[in-house]
């Protein structure tokens, strides 16, 4: 069993940075992939970013590209979404899921963390 706690989220203002963190407990994450994905009042969940526990491979949604930015630190198992240039349009509840690869069900997801961004 694999418990996933997400911190980091806050009230920022346009442009403002913040860092989310994404920490894994439980066993190893070695075979997985570890995605964030948020969810504004009203709207459906939406994919932003994807990391492979090696962290050799990314992805990203469109809309963050060049503003956002994943990484893992392996040894404190811990996945992160560097998100800077925040627009208002970002303010959601943001969630990390693992999967095992290559399956695309996901095996275990966080709480989620509140990221609000005042215009």
């Known amino acids: 069993q694999v418990h996933l706690v997400e911190s980091g989220g806050g009230l920022v203002q346009t442009g403002g940075s913040l860092r989310l963190s994404c920490v894994a407990s439980?066993?190893?994450?070695?075979?997985?992939?570890v995605d964030w994905f948020r969810q504004a009042p009203g709207e459906e969940r939406e994919f932003v970013a994807g990391?492979?526990?090696?962290?050799?491979?990314?992805n990203y949604a469109d809309s963050v590209k060049g503003r956002f930015t994943i990484s893992v630190d392996t040894a404190k198992n811990t996945v992160y979404l560097q998100m800077n240039g925040l627009k208002p349009e970002d303010t959601a509840v943001y969630s990390c899921?693992?999967?095992?690869?290559?399956?695309?069900?996901?095996?275990?997801w966080g709480q989620g963390t509140q990221v609000t961004v005042a215009s």
């Open positions: 439980g066993r190893t994450l070695s075979s997985y992939k």
């Open positions: 990391i492979t526990w090696s962290g050799g491979r990314t």
């Open positions: 899921a693992a999967k095992i690869m290559p399956n695309v069900a996901y095996d275990y």
